[in-house]
């Protein structure tokens, strides 16, 4: 049988049924790397993945990007309780990366090679609350007025989750934040043509900053009017998680963010991203 596609109400986003993840065959996979590039978040209720088995998919889309190097994981828990249960502390890493994870932001564009793709599964979801949310970039900038899409072309910004994680107070210790983002912040164009589909697609988030040629004042004031701008309706997707339900995006074209949530309940999720193509997802750091 081959797996139902469902597109959302909003510019983004499609929910695949008739369709188990663990035992994807070659017809079924092309159906989905048709649907991953035209609907950019691909919703997959019901499968109830091992760790095993969502490396198994994401590397379907390339390969993964390891995002604890001390480890080699390539399924990562983002939780905000220990292997044992206990609540982390609000002062932990894990807990304010969570808390700057509700802002706007694009995977690993902090990082030399940004993401392809990302897949998060979950395992254990608060009785309310804790939705994760995706806006249409690609949709985002064909709406912008043609005198700002012109004048966005032309620009980049730096990228830093030094520069994000300060923003909500947390100040990271030397070698903190996994000790792999100590690089210099990469420049990125405000506008990112899709490697395949062609589509063009704004690229900023809340790891932006410092548009060259701007003075601070003038950076900042255009990415908040940016990111007001794209992340309104109908170019955002919610998503109430449900246990076993897995969700893959392309960073290359969509936004997300984690939404609040009450921390004395237990929220598990299991990640895995999928690094970029450094022929279009490499940036240079500055000398």
Same mark, same amino acid.
């Given at each position: 049988?081959?797996? #139902? ?30 649907? +991953?590039?035209? =609907?950019?978040?691909? !919703? +997959? ?7 095993? /088995?969502?490396? %198994?998919?994401?590397?379907? +889309? ?19 309780? #220990? ?5 982390? $502390? ?32 979950? =395992?254990? !979801?608060?009785?309310?609350? $804790? ?11 064909? @709406?912008?007025?043609?005198? *700002? &899409?012109? &004048? ?6 730096? =990228? ?27 420049? &990125? ?8 589909? $062609?589509?063009?697609?704004?690229? *900023? $988030? ?22 007001? +701008? ?9 998503? @109430?998680?449900?246990? @076993?339900?897995? !969700? ?18 237990? #929220?598990?999720?299991?990640? %895995? &991203?999928?690094?970029? /193509? ?10």
């Amino acid at each position: 049988m081959e797996p #139902r596609i469902t597109p959302t109400d909003a510019t983004l986003g499609a929910v695949v049924s008739d369709i188990e993840l663990a035992k994807l065959d070659e017809s079924a996979w092309k159906v989905i790397e048709t649907a +991953f590039h035209e =609907h950019a978040v691909l !919703v +997959f209720p019901g499968q109830d993945l091992s760790a095993q /088995d969502q490396i %198994t998919f994401a590397k379907r +889309f390339g390969e993964i990007e390891i995002l604890t190097p001390d480890k080699e994981l390539e399924a990562v828990p983002i939780a905000n309780v #220990r292997a044992d249960g206990s609540r982390l $502390g609000e002062d932990e890493e894990m807990t304010q990366i969570l808390r700057g994870n509700e802002g706007w932001h694009t995977d690993s564009s902090y990082m030399p090679l940004s993401a392809k793709a990302s897949v998060l599964s979950a =395992h254990v !979801v608060p009785s309310k609350d $804790g939705q994760t949310e995706w806006a249409d970039m690609r949709a985002a900038y064909d @709406a912008l007025d043609p005198e *700002i &899409r012109d &004048r966005v072309e032309s620009l980049s910004a730096y =990228h830093s989750l030094y520069y994000s994680q300060a923003k909500i107070g947390h100040v990271a210790k030397p070698g903190g934040l996994s000790g792999f983002h100590n690089q210099a912040p990469p420049l &990125r164009p405000l506008v990112k043509p899709h490697p395949v589909t $062609g589509r063009r697609a704004l690229y *900023i $988030g809340r790891h932006a900053y410092g548009i060259p040629g701007l003075s601070e004042e003038d950076s900042e004031r255009l990415l908040d009017e940016l990111m007001s +701008f794209a992340c309104q309706e109908p170019r955002i997707y919610r998503h @109430a998680w449900q246990v @076993a339900d897995v !969700v893959i995006w392309d960073n290359r074209a969509v936004m997300h963010r984690a939404r609040p949530y009450d921390y004395d309940q237990p #929220r598990v999720m299991v990640h %895995t &991203r999928v690094a970029g /193509d450094p022929r279009t997802e490499l940036a240079q750091a500055p000398n």
